[in-house]
């Protein structure tokens, strides 16, 4: 039926019904033809619903908010990610998925790291793309590259309605975007980050310097472990910016991210470091400014998902959208 449907064109029908297929019966043919299919969609996704006045009035249910606005899960509202994000920068969520969904989550992540591990370690079974090695040497991997744990991460998103609630923030159905769908280990013991000054720590970024300051976006930052404290974290400028910092200069390591001094000149003091539990999430966009926290004192590995999403009529094509 799914492969009838793709004929006649309806991606997003083929996608729900072997989505329904795999929770049935778990595949790996079907996780990974769902990624095809994920990919293919995009040059058939319908975008009529596209609103043309974005974003509407925030109404600023964190007005008296100092630092980052904090809710539970049951108040995930359009609202307070409205709120968040465009007044405030970023919206941390407690509890967003439950204790086993993280445990399933971290199994997957260590499964997918020991199969790009291996596969790296032979010439000709990762594809030569730079982007690999670089998201891997900073503890991640693409979650694209393990179809079985993007079908769980689709799933634990699923489960507590995300996709439904960034299409009502953006107006349209959201993308997400495939070179940005990360899986993250981090330690301090593994591998060296790629710009870590052990002093100073890593430079800071606003993903809009590579992804484009006009766009809708959403990262779900998805915490599953502890965090902050004993294993890296992440440190946030708590504050709405309306453009880019300028990167590249004092001492910055890329030409997209911002030095030390620029962000101190940007942010003064204004700088936090969240704490996190497991399935814990924080919820931003592409101008919010941050960066891994990591210190050689922490002692823990930290898991994560990082999960960009797009509206795919404001989105350019260069982080590879589809189909959410
Ligand atoms: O997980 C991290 O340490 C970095 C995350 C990040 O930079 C992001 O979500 O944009």
């Excluded at 020991?114 to 991640?140: C, E, H, I, W």
Aim: glycine letters at 8%.
């Amino acid at each position: 039926m799914a492969e009838a449907l793709e004929a006649r064109g309806d991606h997003r029908g083929a996608i729900d019904e072997l989505t329904k297929v795999n929770r049935h019966a778990r595949s790996d043919v079907v996780d990974r033809r769902l990624i095809e299919l994920r990919s293919s969609a995009i040059t058939h996704l319908d975008d009529s619903a596209r609103s043309e006045s974005w974003p509407p009035p925030i109404e600023d249910v964190f007005a008296n908010t100092v630092g980052i606005p904090e809710i539970a899960a049951r108040e995930l509202s359009v609202t307070a990610l409205r709120a968040g994000i465009l007044g405030h920068g970023c919206l941390l969520v407690r509890g967003l998925v439950d204790a086993a969904t993280v445990r399933s989550l971290v199994e997957s992540i260590d499964h997918a790291f020991t199969g790009y591990d291996a596969s790296a370690k032979t010439t000709t079974a990762v594809p030569p793309l730079a982007q690999r090695t670089f998201v891997r040497d900073a503890g991640g991997v693409l979650a694209v590259d393990s179809p079985p744990a993007f079908y769980e991460i689709v799933e634990a998103f699923e489960g507590v309605g995300l996709g439904a609630l960034i299409a009502e923030y953006f107006g349209e159905q959201p993308v997400i975007l495939a070179r940005k769908l990360t899986m993250r280990r981090v330690s301090t013991r593994e591998r060296p980050h790629p710009d870590w000054d052990p002093v100073r720590g890593p430079d800071w970024h606003q993903d809009g310097a590579f992804m484009g300051v006009d766009v809708r976006s959403v990262d779900v930052w998805l915490s599953l472990s502890d965090c902050g404290q004993d294993a890296p974290g992440l440190d946030v400028v708590p504050r709405r910016f309306d453009e880019i910092a300028t990167t590249g200069t004092d001492g910055a390591h890329f030409d997209w991210s911002v030095g030390h001094g620029m962000v101190e000149r940007v942010a003064g003091n204004n700088v936090v470091r969240p704490v996190f539990a497991p399935g814990d999430a924080l919820i931003f966009d592409h101008l919010l400014l941050h960066r891994t926290a990591i210190e050689p004192s922490m002692t823990k590995d930290r898991y994560a998902i990082e999960a960009w999403f797009a509206a795919p009529s404001s989105y350019p094509h260069d982080q590879i959208p589809i189909a959410y």
